[in-house]
């Protein structure tokens, strides 16, 4: 008995009201909330896509968007209601408001604005796994980080890029390739993801990396820094999503929790090798940089110094490369399919190399299509989907509706703002003919502010020119040598040509844009 005397009648009212109460309560507040974003027209579901639960949850019609909607949709949830800027209203626990964004001069006014649009940090606190980073922090804590990081990513670098790539393709040619005419690749990221692992040991760290399984484990270790590096950047999902207390669960899990260990010890042990040492004139690599900015008093004069831990969580951040990987899979698959752009970019590599010498990186800005066609995958292609922030303050945007009427955009302070970057990219308003395969697009004049695989302003990806690097390399020195097509297998053998692009492009986003399966084969120039 609640309390004696009180009787079923009594209590029943009382819970009756308490829900009535809150059912008012709840009205109000999002009758409120839809004020505040003056009934902008968008998605109204059950759960939040900005949510832990909301982003994991799969497609449910009025429940949830599903963790791929953006990709999934692109422009078109715009188009329908002739808007850049559409809402997504959610009501559990609470009603919120999330905006997607897909307007060059709204998403200028975000990127570049310091203080009024900021990272919604809570969404990144997983990322700190491994330590304070720049990527997961905003404010005074950014920028420290900031001034050391974006000192190691120099042009200095970009050279060392350059060259480390064009080495661990040529030592692939020369030894897991050597002696084959046709090469099978079940799965393109198979191939590119241990090439982009073998660029940033190099340009990253200092270190080569084989093609040949030769490592031995060095005494105090289980697993050989390539193995730690290379499944690292694979099973940074499990880390990311499954709480420490589970790590020890599956055999999975427990493989997961040894190689961030692993990975943990051996920067550690870098950091200790490298402490107090001079920076040397071919020292170029990030990790020395990044040491050494860090102990330049000049530089770091009115700032605390990064401490181990700040170290290797800013270390740890560059591993996460996954991204040049995958967009370079679908740069491939882009090229197999379409054998005449192929042809197109081989043709401009022999008028760039007639004599065949291997290109340098001063030899860069002359492979324009090898630059447009990693663009174009980057556009068709990008692997970060979603790029989240926080309005701190009540704001407007001004837009051009479908019928060019001009339309004001209320923002409320507090409502997640989605750069929606799939939407953007092939927004018609931007890109011609945007569902087209046409690297010539970046060989002209193309909106710079309509591409944004790296996000942009402030919290650019630093590694953008890392990756634009990388990514021009790799195709260059492919090419140059090799044809690609899509695998022939004889389950899909009677398929049309846009069931065969449907197939092979299929792409999903858990952490970034990766292809489902993309089978390629290659074959030797003779
Ligand atoms: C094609 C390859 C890449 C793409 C598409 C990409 C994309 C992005 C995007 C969208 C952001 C912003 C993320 C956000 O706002 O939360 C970002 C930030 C960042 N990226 Fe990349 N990235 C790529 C390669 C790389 C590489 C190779 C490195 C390092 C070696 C790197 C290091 C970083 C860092 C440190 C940041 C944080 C910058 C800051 O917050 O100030 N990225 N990247
Ligand atoms: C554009 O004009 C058409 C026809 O008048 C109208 O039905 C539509 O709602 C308008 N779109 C917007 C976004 O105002
Ligand atoms: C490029 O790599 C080669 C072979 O490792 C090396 O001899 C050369 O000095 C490097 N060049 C630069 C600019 O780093
Ligand atoms: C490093 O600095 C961070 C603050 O940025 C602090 O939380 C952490 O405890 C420090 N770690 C060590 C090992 O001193
Ligand atoms: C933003 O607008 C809301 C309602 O329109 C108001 O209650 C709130 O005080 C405003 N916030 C600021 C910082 O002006």
Request: glycine fraction near 6%.
């Amino acid at each position: 008995m609640i309390v004696s005397g009180l009787s079923l009648k009594t209590f029943a009212i009382l819970v009756g009201s308490a829900a009535v109460l809150r059912a008012v309560e709840f009205c109000l507040d999002l009758r409120r909330l839809l004020r505040s974003i003056n009934y902008l027209p968008g998605y109204r579901t059950v759960f939040s896509s900005t949510t832990v639960l909301g982003s994991l949850l799969p497609r449910m019609p009025l429940l949830a968007l599903g963790r791929d909607h953006s990709w999934r949709l692109k422009h078109a949830p715009f188009a329908e209601r002739g808007l850049d800027i559409i809402s997504a209203v959610s009501f559990w626990p609470k009603p919120m408001g999330n905006m997607f964004i897909a307007d060059v001069q709204a998403i200028k006014d975000i990127v570049w604005s310091r203080g009024l649009f900021q990272k919604p940090l809570s969404q990144y606190a997983a990322l700190k796994v491994l330590g304070g980073n720049i990527v997961a922090s905003e404010g005074d804590e950014w920028k420290r980080y900031h001034k050391v990081v974006a000192r190691a990513f120099s042009e200095r670098n970009n050279r060392l890029v350059w060259n480390a790539t064009t080495q661990v393709i040529l030592e692939l040619f020369d030894t897991a390739w050597i002696g084959k005419d046709e090469v099978v690749v079940d799965h393109a990221v198979d191939l590119t993801l241990p090439i982009g692992l073998f660029v940033i040991g190099a340009a990253g760290f200092g270190r080569h990396i084989s093609w040949k399984d030769d490592a031995v484990i060095p005494p105090g270790h289980q697993l050989t820094f390539k193995d730690a590096l290379l499944t690292t950047s694979h099973d940074l999902f499990i880390k990311l999503l499954v709480p420490r207390w589970a790590m020890g669960f599956t055999k999975r899990f427990r493989r997961a929790r040894l190689e961030f260990d692993e990975l943990r010890r051996y920067l550690t042990e870098m950091i200790q090798e490298r402490k107090g040492f001079q920076l040397k004139e071919d020292d170029k690599d990030l990790f020395s940089s990044l040491l050494a900015a860090n102990d330049d008093e000049n530089l770091m004069k009115d700032e605390v110094k990064l401490n181990d831990s700040e170290l290797i969580g800013n270390m740890f951040t560059l591993m996460i490369d996954e991204t040049i990987a995958h967009s370079l899979a679908f740069a491939l698959a882009l090229l197999a399919l379409y054998t005449d752009k192929q042809e197109e970019l081989y043709q401009h590599i022999k008028r760039v190399l007639p004599d065949g010498r291997i290109p340098t990186y001063d030899d860069m800005p002359s492979l324009s299509y090898s630059s447009a066609v990693f663009n174009e995958a980057l556009r068709m292609f990008p692997p970060v989907t979603n790029v989240p922030k926080l309005s701190a303050e009540n704001t407007t945007f001004t837009i051009t509706d479908v019928n060019g009427t001009q339309k004001t955009v209320s923002v409320p302070e507090g409502i997640t703002l989605t750069l929606a970057v799939p939407a953007l990219h092939y927004n018609p308003k931007y890109w011609e003919d945007p569902h087209t395969f046409k690297p010539e697009r970046f060989l002209g004049d193309w909106n710079r502010d309509a591409f944004l695989p790296f996000s942009g302003g402030y919290r650019v990806c630093v590694g953008r020119k890392f990756s634009e690097t990388e990514g021009a390399a790799v195709l260059t020195m492919l090419f140059s040598q090799y044809t690609v097509s899509i695998k022939d297998e004889p389950q899909f053998a009677g398929e049309s040509f846009e069931q065969r692009k449907a197939r092979v492009l299929d792409a999903k986003s858990i952490l970034t844009l990766a292809p489902t399966r993309l089978p390629l084969v290659f074959r030797r120039r003779t």
